[in-house]
């Protein structure tokens, strides 16, 4: 099945090499901890993003997401506010001491977003494109690798190996849904990923049930699901108010219902005998 995975060296589990755990300020990603990550699609204002990081906060998010570069289809659509947004989720991330998580879309941009994020993010449509990966392989940040929509697990994994090649081991995988056929959800979280992944590599996995399924009433059960099958974490969109959002409202939960998916999780992680950080 994996044709090409025995040419691979660095995201390798062999017998001798632990699992990796991926330090960001006081976090850990990876081991026996699970880690919440949550936030808006983009960052649309200092005031949106204030006030979804004040409640989430509350329900004890350590990580915020928000894109100022935004991947969108349409490009009439809010591509996001660029500098003015990475400005605006550093200070409102250190306002709750939470660290932060963004997307880089291109390999001129690498520095500026390093600059000001904790962990780069590399978006599904750019899982293979290799002059940005080699491009963040050279940082010293974490790196966020979503899983291409169209790609398999071999290729994903050959992508973080593209990143590790140029000397950056801190890598964390996500599987956020692929194209299939089925149109009733965004895209079909592939959940045999989590364990799979866990069987070859020794880098940490988390999974995205906005995106995967594009569906609000499947984020909490997918959350559990992708806990209970080994997942080292999970991305969440939150929104307070998911009807004006620029990107992705459809999908994204509000503060009060994220917290009650925190409350649903509580008993998977410990079945699974890890701890909430
Ligand atoms: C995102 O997380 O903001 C995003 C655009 O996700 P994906 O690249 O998985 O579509
Ligand atoms: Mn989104």
Same mark, same amino acid.
């Given at each position: ?92 991330? *250190? ?13 001129? *941009? ?48 050959? &992508? ?47 999974? *995205?049930? &906005? ?67």
């Amino acid at each position: 099945m994996l044709k090409e995975y025995k040419k691979l060296k660095l995201i390798k589990k062999t017998g001798k090499k632990s699992l990796s755990i991926i330090k960001v300020k006081k976090l850990e990603i990876g081991g026996d901890k699970i880690i919440l990550i949550a936030g808006p699609c983009a960052i649309e204002s200092e005031k949106q993003l204030d006030k979804i990081a004040k409640e989430l906060s509350k329900s004890g998010v350590k990580l915020l997401r928000g894109g100022a570069y935004k991947p969108r289809t349409n490009p009439y659509d809010f591509q996001g506010l660029g500098e003015k947004g990475l400005k605006i989720l550093k200070k409102i991330a *250190d306002k709750y001491g939470m660290a932060t998580v963004t997307e880089v879309m291109d390999t001129k *941009d690498v520095e500026l977003v390093s600059k000001y994020a904790d962990i780069l993010q590399i978006g599904t449509r750019n899982m293979q494109n290799f002059a940005l990966l080699k491009a963040v392989g050279k940082t010293k940040k974490p790196i966020l690798l979503k899983r291409g929509m169209g790609s398999t697990i071999e290729e994903f994994l050959s &992508s973080a190996e593209y990143i590790m090649k140029e000397g950056n081991s801190n890598v964390i995988l996500c599987e956020r849904g692929i194209r299939t056929f089925e149109d009733n959800t965004r895209n079909t979280l592939s959940l045999a990923t989590v364990p799979t992944v866990k069987t070859l590599s020794h880098l940490p996995i988390i999974v *995205d049930p &906005s995106h995967s399924t594009g569906e609000v009433e499947l984020i909490t059960p997918m959350s559990k699901a992708a806990i209970a099958c080994g997942a080292d974490g999970l991305m969440i969109e939150v929104h307070t108010n998911p009807k004006h959002a620029l990107s992705d409202g459809y999908q994204s939960i509000l503060p009060k219902e994220f917290k009650n998916l925190t409350e649903e999780i509580k008993p998977i992680i410990k079945a699974v005998n890890k701890t909430l950080q």
